[in-house]
């Protein structure tokens, strides 16, 4: 049985009062344990001193994006060696911002990847499909080269310490979510590539769904066999909102 699991995505939200106003409401809400894994994703200036409001809670702290390279000169960038400094235990790799705006194509996304594992981190890649793609048909073959580039350059075995989330793109910020169904189809395809490489491994991978995820859609989103929760962004931005979808995944 896999674990449900929450990460709230912040993108660049948020200020040292508003930061500490939601960790406080947070973790108001949450008992000491709960049968859900939960992480937030600060932007990097906040990430230490999230960590440490954060500090002996059951909420692990992530990053949005790595470099690729371990240390130099790289004007603006964090390695992963950074991000495991400051206590982070997940790392955002391939968000579709960063494959668009930041143009992050397979290949850096793949060697982002290696660098979070590297240090320890687990990464959790981002893959999707735009509007064009679904309409063209072409969403199970997007997704499929999409964690190809990562599986082919990653050790055996390197999804064991992973997590996946399916984003897709015209479901990002929109308020459209994904239909449970099209999600469900999307993460069984997702499951079935990394199963035919690994069946142990794709039994326990956990694949979340990330697109306009709200209180109001979570459980019927989560109920869906191979979705095992979800990578939040605006509505992680509120406390009662994302206690809500984390209590989705625990009812699932
Ligand atoms: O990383 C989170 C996703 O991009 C989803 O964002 P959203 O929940 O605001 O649509």
Redesign the pocket.
């Known amino acids: 049985m896999r674990r449900p699991f929450i990460?709230g995505?912040w993108?660049m939200h948020g200020s040292r009062a508003q930061n500490a106003e939601l960790i406080e409401g947070l973790l108001l809400g949450l008992p000491g344990q709960v049968p859900v894994d939960i992480a937030v994703?600060p932007p990097n200036v906040y990430l230490w001193e999230v960590g440490r409001l954060l500090k002996d809670s059951i909420v692990k702290l992530g990053a949005q994006s790595c470099c690729a390279e371990s240390i130099g000169a790289f004007t603006g960038e964090a390695s992963a060696a950074m991000l495991k400094d400051v206590g982070c235990t997940y790392v955002?790799v391939g968000?579709?911002?960063r494959r668009t705006i930041y143009r992050e194509d397979d290949a850096l996304v793949a060697r982002k990847f290696l660098a979070a594992q590297a240090q320890g981190l687990i990464p959790i890649l981002?893959v999707g499909e735009t509007l064009e793609e679904r309409e063209k048909g072409q969403t199970m073959q997007v997704v499929s080269r999409q964690l190809k580039a990562v599986l082919d350059v990653a050790a055996p075995g390197a999804l064991q310490q992973a997590v996946l989330?399916y984003?897709p793109v015209w479901?990002?910020?929109?308020?459209k979510?994904a239909t449970p169904e099209q999600a469900q189809a999307v993460h069984a395809h997702i499951r079935a590539e990394v199963a035919a490489r690994d069946a142990n491994i794709a039994a326990r991978l956990q694949v979340l769904y990330?697109?306009?995820?709200?209180a109001g859609n979570a459980k019927e989103i989560f109920a869906m066999p191979d979705v095992d929760g979800?990578?939040?962004?605006?509505?992680?931005l509120k406390a009662d909102e994302f206690l809500k979808i984390c209590a989705a995944a625990q009812a699932h």
């Open positions: 990460a995505n993108k994703c955002i968000h579709s911002e981002c989330a984003e479901a990002i910020g929109t308020g979510n990330g697109g306009s995820v709200k979800g990578l939040i962004g605006g509505a992680s």
